[in-house]
């Protein structure tokens, strides 16, 4: 039960890998931006090229992801959302039910980006390391 624990809290502790598709020119971004993307705040990279966001519908890289990068809960991004598509102030991101779909999805289509817990190496997406 103890070694049980011991990784749930390890789960938890993890960060996220940001991927876009390869066409995408920047190498980094910054943790505002992020939020700024994900959030509907910003439509486009630090460079001026277009961002299109993806998300996972839920699991453990989702929940990571809006804690440490949106600074919400589950809860308040879907509803943060709601909010701005019944405004019409946006659409929310595309959600996948799994990373794979979401790479797939990512390495397709230009100018997207999205987070997962682990990338193989033969994906076909470029990884973007979060600046803090």
């Known amino acids: 039960m103890l070694a049980f624990l ?21 190498s980094a971004i910054s943790a505002s931006d992020l939020r700024a993307i994900f959030t509907g705040e910003k439509t486009r990279f630090a460079d001026g090229s277009h961002a299109v966001p993806v998300i996972l519908k839920g699991g453990p890289a989702h929940e990571v992801f809006v804690k440490n990068y949106c600074r919400e809960t589950p809860e308040e991004f879907r509803a943060q959302w709601r909010k701005a598509i019944f405004t019409g102030q946006g659409a929310m991101p595309r959600a996948f039910d799994s990373e794979s779909a979401l790479i797939a999805y990512v390495a397709a289509t230009s100018g997207a980006i999205g987070y997962v817990s682990r990338v193989s190496s033969a994906a076909s997406v470029k990884t973007l390391a979060p600046e803090k």
Not at 6 to 11: E, I
């Open 6 to 26: 011991a990784c749930a809290g390890a789960a938890n502790a993890q960060d996220v890998i940001f991927v876009a598709n390869r066409d995408v020119q920047v």
